[in-house]
């Protein structure tokens, strides 16, 4: 091949990709009480009881195909802060569902940490609790939703990336698994029956579900999700008392929290223990509000970021007597996706709402700073009604996203403009000094001022 054919399929490439990019800027036990409901009277839902969900038929809009292999799709350069004074709101925007799960070129190595972290970490990554009943409230557990999750990444995961998935289907004739009497698949087809993920050679065959009930088949569920998707997901189902419940999750990589921690609680509670800035005073009402009404029909999308210090790249001695845990970590995870221990100091000694409490780190620098960026997703399962949260996270190298027109600037105001229960909430007496520095500089050797950019990116 000579070298102005490669320059030219390199440049088409190219060219693909950012249409592709830009195009996408430019688009805006519950089984055992739900029933199937006619698309007509679907607004029964809307005049539930609490606690109650009545098993709906959906008919799926069409799923844009990505047109490119994962290892040519770039992660998307999520760039969530602002210019001028910071806003505490819910930030949601409408999802397309042609955007609800999010795959790039990181996903092999993506699948590489949350399996270690499954591995390694139990039930502190893969957990599904049972119903809870006591003088307080009443709430479903979380396996069904884990399973209808399964289920519906199976149908959506191929459509959007044909050339990254692989399905078959049970045969005509086989009884379709079910939730509520509405059956698994979409449209009219047989329910999925194996599903693979080509990129790393792993298939699932979920007919293992149906074998297995409760606790243990939610958690088989939520293992198959994570080695699906990148990620991290988590069920919140209503209770008797109108409240929403963390009651199953697969948190493989959350960097700055425990699954331990909030597993089980109230969607407020879970913010209110976590000390998020003015949560009571800004976000409460209007989040369970906006939990209580959401259709199955209207998923939302928000972003938002932090900023991580990760250790610096180290040779591992070849020599040691006996494999070690950490080596094989910081091997596997050496940007400390999965727990940020140079931000928030060793995870099982983490203390529940106060993050960033790592001791100072000697090699604090520009180069070992990251922005931590999490794209977060909200939709309603149509059969057991449960609320699934994802999140997606990126890490951006400060040193790389700085050479970016415009956003060492920006970056560097938004930092500035946190109020100080946001400063503290996000670290930034941890890394300000050398952060906003080197912003700084990267700005004034621009030399440009505000401008207006696309948001969030």
């Known amino acids: 091949m000579g070298p102005l054919l490669c320059i030219f399929l390199a440049a088409a490439a190219i060219f693909l990709t950012y249409n592709f990019v830009q195009s996408r800027r430019n688009r805006s036990s519950n089984a055992a009480h739900v029933s199937p409901v006619t698309e007509k009277d679907r607004k ?6 609490p606690g109650d969900w009545f098993a709906e ?10 047109p490119f292999p ?4 770039r992660p998307v350069p999520y760039r969530a802060f602002r210019y001028g004074e910071y806003q505490i709101t819910m930030g949601i925007r409408t999802m397309p569902w042609s955007e609800w799960i999010e795959l790039d070129s990181t996903y092999s190595h993506w699948q590489r ?24 409230v009443k709430v479903q557990g979380g396996a069904w939703a884990a399973k209808e999750l399964v289920y519906e990444l199976a149908e959506y995961l191929p459509r ?20 509520g009497g509405v059956s698994l698949a979409w449209g009219q087809q047989q329910p999925v029956q194996t599903i693979e993920a080509l990129e790393t050679g792993e298939k699932f065959d979920l007919r293992v579900l149906e074998g297995l009930d409760g606790v243990e088949m939610g958690e088989e569920a939520m293992r198959i999700i994570t080695g699906l ?17 963390f009651q199953a999750g697969a948190i493989c990589i959350p960097g700055f929290w425990r699954m331990r921690d909030k597993i089980g609680m109230a969607l407020d509670d879970i913010h209110i223990s976590g000390n998020v800035p003015r949560f009571k005073e800004k976000l409460q009402t209007s989040m369970e509000k906006f939990f209580k009404r959401m259709p199955v029909d209207k998923p939302v999308i928000r972003n938002n970021y932090f900023m991580q210090i990760c250790k610096p790249s180290a040779h591992v001695a070849d020599n040691d007597d006996e494999p070690r845990l950490d080596v094989e970590e910081e ?18 000694s983490f203390l529940h709402g106060h993050g960033h409490s790592a001791p100072p780190a000697p090699y604090l620098a520009p180069s070992t700073i990251r922005l931590r960026s999490e794209r977060q997703t909200l939709r309603r399962l149509p059969r057991t009604g449960a609320i699934v949260f994802g999140i997606r996270t990126y890490l951006f190298k400060i040193e790389d996203i700085a050479r970016e027109r415009g956003v060492a600037d920006r970056l560097a105001s938004a ?10 909430y996000k670290g930034r007496k941890m890394y300000s000094e050398v952060l906003l520095k080197y912003l700084d500089e990267w700005a004034a050797r621009e030399g440009v001022g505000e401008e207006k950019h696309g948001y969030p990116y």
């Open 44 to 49: 029964v839902n809307k005049n539930r009881e």
């Open 57 to 66: 038929e959906f008919v799926y809009p069409d799923i844009d195909p990505c």
């Open 70 to 73: 994962l290892k040519d799709v």
């Open 113 to 136: 940490v949350r399996k270690f972290r499954v591995r390694t970490r139990g039930h502190d990554a893969v957990r599904v609790l049972p119903a809870r009943e006591d003088e307080s």
């Open 160 to 179: 959007r990336y044909p050339s990254s998935f692989r399905i078959t289907r049970l045969p005509s004739g086989v009884p379709a698994p079910s939730i």
């Open 229 to 245: 998707i990148q990620e991290d997901v988590a069920l919140m189902i209503e209770g008797t008392d109108g409240k929403y419940y």
């Open 331 to 348: 091997s596997i995870d050496p940007e400390e996706l999965g727990w940020s221990k140079s931000t928030n100091g060793p995870e099982d």
């Open 415 to 424: 930092i500035r403009s946190w109020p100080d229960d946001v400063g503290v």
